[in-house]
Each structure stands twice: as structure tokens, then as C-alpha cells.
């Protein structure tokens, strides 16, 4: 039998492919307040923490006021004013159907906004595959484990039998510092040997790839449930 219970995954760049949205709100609002011009690579590099936080990273001497206009603008770009769709990738509406009637407990860790989650898991009609789901704007961000902590007091899940699937290295030390198993998916933001450090139990290249290491858990676990 598999020893997870609890599958968390990240967001953007896990199951949702939505790097190129972000990085142009993220451009466009740089703009709209001329600020001084961040490469796109440094603005993919903060996908995953909370926009404080990576505005923050970006410009770490801004103040209070150009920081909170700088969020004002991005969420406008992003919810409204953006026309580059963010679109599941291809294969993750089969996985999540494949666990969910396997019967393990899903959930979302992620760095995005509440507003932002709630629109996509409306628009795309998968929130029903998750018990619970934090955004960094109501917990902390990542690399705090304090999401991840939140979720296994939630649903009652030891951090032994949790899994955290994700992106980037905030993802890997999230996971570290609570105690659980991370799997790390080499397809979004941040690169295979970047994702390594951090000792993973798996790193996957894709979501056929994804599937079949998940569902490698879920053959011993089918005849548990059988």
C-alpha cells in the first residue's frame, strides 16, 4: 500500500500552464509605473512565492506605496486586462479524475492570490478533485512550510503521508521544512538540476510522466481499495 495519503500540488506550473500570463502582467505593470526593467527570466524566477514577496525580490529598495501599486496594476493585467490564456496542462484533468477515484485527498499550495485560484478552478470546473486548497495571501508564502502545515491539520494527514508536487525550489523547501516527501516536475519554472539540490523523491519531465509515477503508487493502493 502506498504510504501518501495526501497529494498537494502547486499551481502555476504544475497543473496550470500560466508562465507566459504571468510574466506579461508582471511586464506590463512594471511599465504602466516605469519602473526599472526586470529581464523575463527574472520575473519566471518568482513565480511561486506571493506577489509581496516577489515584488519584494524584484525591487527589494521600492517602498511601500510603489510596491502596493505595482500589485494593483499586476492583478489588473492578470484577472482582467490580459488576453494570453492560462490553460491546464495537457493530461492533468485525467490525472486528477484517475487519484480522485483512487480515493486520495487532494489539495492546492500555492503562491497565487485567492481571487486568481478561485477564477481558474471556476473557468476550468476541477475544484471538486480538492478538500482544501491556501494562497499565499491568506497563509505565508513559500518557502514557509505553513501552508503545507495548514493543509495536514486540515485534513488530519501525517506529514509522512503527504506528497508536495511542484515547480520550483520554494515548492522542494516548503516541503522540507514540513517534514514531507516532495516530487518535483521539471516542466515549469525552474530546471531539473535546480530542482535536484533539494533531494526529491522523483523528478518527472512532464504529465504523462507525472501520471505514471503517481499512478506506480496507486497499483498497490487499487487492490487495497478493491
Known amino acids: ?6 497529494i498537494v500540488f502547486d499551481w502555476d506550473g504544475t497543473l496550470m500552464d500560466s508562465e507566459a500570463r504571468i510574466v506579461t502582467s ?3 505593470a512594471i511599465d504602466d509605473l516605469n519602473l526599472p526593467y526586470r ?3 527574472e520575473l519566471r524566477n518568482v513565480i511561486g512565492l506571493g506577489l509581496k514577496e516577489a515584488l519584494h525580490t524584484l525591487y527589494p529598495d521600492g517602498d511601500i506605496s510603489t510596491q502596493a501599486a505595482l500589485a494593483e496594476r499586476y492583478r ?7 488576453s494570453i490564456p492560462s490553460q491546464l496542462f495537457a493530461g492533468v484533468k ?6 480522485y477515484e483512487y480515493g486520495y485527498l487532494m489539495a492546492i499550495a500555492t503562491g497565487k492570490g485567492r481571487a486568481g485560484l478561485d477564477q481558474a478552478l471556476l473557468e476550468i470546473n476541477i475544484a471538486h478533485y480538492f478538500c482544501v ?3 499565499a495571501d491568506e497563509s505565508t508564502s513559500k518557502p514557509s512550510p505553513r501552508m503545507l502545515l495548514e493543509i495536514m491539520e486540515k485534513t488530519q494527514i501525517a506529514a509522512e503521508d503527504t506528497l508536495m508536487v511542484g515547480d520550483t525550489e520554494y515548492d522542494m523547501l516548503m516541503a522540507k ?3 514531507t516527501d516532495a516530487l518535483a516536475v521539471s516542466y515549469g519554472v525552474h530546471e531539473k538540476a535546480r530542482l535536484q539540490c533539494y533531494s526529491p523523491v522523483g523528478c518527472v519531465d512532464s504529465i504523462a510522466a507525472l501520471q505514471d ?3 506506480g503508487i496507486n497499483v498497490s493502493r487499487q487492490a487495497v481499495i478493491n
Not at 94 to 99: E, G, I, S
Open 1 to 6: 500500500m502506498s504510504r501518501y495519503k495526501l
Open 26 to 28: 508582471m511586464s506590463a
Open 94 to 99: 485525467v490525472l486528477l479524475a484517475k487519484l
Open 213 to 215: 509515477w503517481l499512478l
Open 76 to 82: 489588473h493585467y492578470y484577472l482582467n486586462a490580459n
Open 177 to 179: 521544512y514540513a517534514g
Open 133 to 135: 486548497s491556501r494562497c
Open 39 to 41: 529581464q523575463d527570466k
